[in-house]
């Protein structure tokens, strides 16, 4: 593909200046990989059942309590597009472990705070932090050989989205157990142990890029307009994304109603058995190394399909189901179908990961940056879409919002070209 002069440099191959054999990605690394970045994603969801404690705590306006939820997730926006860039310019060791203290120091400094203000405004520069989340996915897919990259990203991606499934309800039990407060000090220091592991445990890795800062800002765009497979796979992970998080963001709102009548335990139990879909990952990156990306993909669509439609039978009687009569049988389908849903989206979001990190190895944080930003993007378009559909329709509303996300990733994944990715 042809680029523009001036942005030469800004391709560049990357060569590491460690020797083959530190690029290694053996399985404790694998295992460290994915369990910094599902302790690490915590920081982004963790504020959500979280938002009436610190509310009352800190005195915090009615009109901004919404925002103790939304900043951790702006800031991460944010880092995506203002820190995630420098590890095409910066050694990526020495860049993760300074993020890291810098995400520990915030969080401490929101566990500690007693200003509405203050806290605020720590959680968003705590959000940018969390984005060395996205510094260490393309550092593990660039430790791992081009024929096992799938399965490398496939593992890491395990991590996060247990993290994410699993922040809610860990944020809740230790909140309910030990305050609000307790919660951000044990995360502040979940990321000084992370900093002080990864700086013994990564490798150096220095890209050789050697244009300015503002330069790489601006070949985002370029990247973005340039890059055919990243734009797709983007937009697919936001689609799966948006019915990932329409289903997720309702689902504890129904389990509390009747016949369920789930109290907060009972629900974290449920996201608890609902994330064993993520063993589906490593699969799904071993699907990609084998050319059999386009089949799990159209699968990993149709799952999410189907699950959705047997959340709409088990939740809101679609279809003449009789929920209460056979709440038994409600409950394990909507665990089942919560867990064919996540294995769905965790399908398409790894081998989406997969192909952008085969494309040009002098802008991998820079495609992570934007690829994670889209499908974040459709999530929080999913998770606005639910709140209005179950303000509007209940359950059945939010179901028919998830599976227009997930009929669409599928409908797109069935256009020409729509599984292409590059040779190496």
């Known amino acids: 593909m042809n680029r523009p002069a001036d942005t030469t440099e800004l391709y560049r191959p990357v060569a590491p200046v460690e020797t083959h054999s530190a690029h ?7 295992i460290l990989f994915a369990a910094a970045t599902g302790i690490i994603v915590m920081n982004l ?55 890291l203290w810098a995400c520990a120091a915030l969080l401490a400094i929101a566990m500690a705070a007693h200003s509405g203000s203050l806290f605020l405004a720590a959680l968003l520069f ?21 024929a096992r990259r799938g399965r490398a990203v496939g593992n890491v991606m395990s991590g996060l989205m247990l993290g994410i499934l699993l922040s809610r309800p860990l944020a809740s039990v230790i909140a309910g157990s030990i305050g609000w407060r307790a919660f951000y000090g044990v995360a502040a220091a979940a990321d000084v142990v992370l900093a002080l592991v990864l700086a013994t445990q990564l490798p150096r890795r220095v890209p050789l890029v050697s244009a300015s800062y503002a330069a790489l800002l601006r070949s985002l765009w370029t990247l973005l307009a340039a890059e055919r497979v990243l734009q797709r796979r983007a937009l697919s992970a936001a689609l799966a ?5 329409a289903f997720w963001t309702a689902v504890e709102l129904r389990l509390a109603q009747r016949p ?81 849903l996540d294995a769905g989206v965790v399908t398409d979001q790894t081998l ?39 303000a509007w329709g209940g359950w059945s509303a939010v179901c028919a919002v998830g599976l227009a996300f997930a009929g669409a990733a599928f409908l797109l994944g069935l256009l020409p070209g729509a599984h292409d990715e590059p040779r190496g």
């Open 241 to 245: 994304m948006g019915a990932f998080t």
């Open 45 to 99: 969801f963790a504020a959500q059942p979280l938002t009436g404690p610190i509310q009352r705590a800190l005195g915090v306006p009615g009109s901004l309590t919404g925002a103790i939820a939304m900043l951790p997730q702006l800031g991460y926006a944010l880092g995506l597009v203002l820190l995630v860039p420098l590890t095409d310019l910066i050694e990526n060791r020495r860049l993760i472990v300074r993020t």
């Open 352 to 390: 989406g990961r997969r192909a952008i990190n085969l494309l040009n190895p002098a802008a991998r944080g820079r495609l992570n940056g934007l690829f994670v930003g889209i499908f974040f993007v459709g999530g929080a378009a999913g998770a606005s879409a639910s709140g209005a559909a179950w």
């Open 126 to 146: 705590a959000g940018a932090a969390s984005s060395v989340i996205q510094m260490l996915v393309p550092m593990a897919a660039s430790m791992a050989s081009e």
């Open 24 to 30: 290694t990605l053996t399985t404790p690394l694998t």
């Open 260 to 340: 369920f009548g789930f109290n907060f335990y009972d629900i974290a139990l449920f996201a608890l058995a609902g994330a064993g879909g993520v063993v589906v990952t490593p699969l799904a990156g071993l699907a990609g190394d084998k050319r059999c990306g386009r089949a799990a993909q159209i699968l990993g669509h149709a799952s999410m399909i189907g699950a959705l439609v047997a959340c709409g039978v088990v939740g809101a009687g679609w279809f003449g189901f009789n929920v209460s009569t056979h709440r038994g049988l409600a409950i394990a389908l909507l665990v089942a179908g919560a867990a064919t």
